[in-house]
């Protein structure tokens, strides 16, 4: 069993819609999630950190975290054409180095006008 | 945020040849950077960690001989990619750490003919 299990896609959806990506995980010992967001072609970028279970919001995106279930999940409302990219989680222990950061396979998400 | 760059964006070398990556982060030091390799489709696998002033630590199956891995100063670290192979055709990818946060170079695409 991988440590993180993501749905690869791709995932489409109209302009407007509410997407949710998520992301299992089978090691309770990971404590910090992120979700990134990465283009064609580009290296990933940040969208989403968070350390407690629950909900962070920021703009159009909710990260979501329940590490009872060891699942996370990353909302997008309201989406974008832009937001069309490969979406990866990626999570790592508490007191560790990036050394331990592990990604999930990224979930490809197309948003047509 | 941070930002770090890479260059070549995208190189097509001849087999047997070695091939140099540069990771840079801009506008900030980095003691330590991250050189990842991702297929099409896949996650992003971590290959080694840079550290500045030491050698470089490389992950269990990456062979340190044919990834040669230099960081010479808190703002560069280069990636050689020697004897190169089809196979070590790849997106290469450099992070480094900044605060509590990992920023991602643009990544560079490797083609092996």
């Known amino acids: 069993q991988k440590e993180v299990e993501q749905d690869p896609g791709p995932l489409s959806v109209p302009e407007g819609a509410i997407v949710s990506l998520n992301c299992t995980y089978s090691?309770?010992?990971?404590?910090?999630f992120m979700w990134y967001r990465q283009y064609s072609r580009k290296g990933p970028e940040l969208l989403m950190y968070t350390y407690s279970s629950g909900n962070k919001e920021d703009g159009r995106f909710t990260a979501q975290v329940d590490k009872s279930s060891k699942y996370i999940s990353l909302f997008i409302r309201d989406s974008q054409p832009s937001d069309s990219a490969t979406y990866l989680c990626a999570m790592k222990w508490v007191n560790t180095g990036f050394q331990k950061l592990v990604f999930g396979t990224g979930t490809r998400l197309l948003v047509s006008p | 945020g941070a930002v770090v760059s890479q260059h070549p964006s995208r190189v097509i070398c001849k087999s047997g040849t070695s091939v140099k990556i540069e990771c840079r982060s801009l506008?900030?030091?980095?003691?330590?950077m991250f050189w990842y390799r991702q297929f099409p489709k896949k996650s992003l696998m971590l290959m080694a960690t840079?550290?500045?002033?030491?050698?470089?630590?490389?992950e269990q199956g990456v062979e340190k001989d044919k990834f040669l891995i230099n960081h010479a100063s808190l703002t560069l670290s280069t990636l050689t990619v020697t004897s190169a192979h089809p196979e070590d055709s790849s997106f290469y990818i450099c992070s480094a750490p900044s605060l509590d946060e990992q920023y991602f170079g643009p990544g560079t695409r490797l083609t092996v003919t």
């Open positions: 840079s550290n500045e002033g030491s050698k470089a630590t490389y």
């Open positions: 506008d900030f030091q980095a003691t330590t």
């Open positions: 090691n309770s010992a990971f404590q910090y």
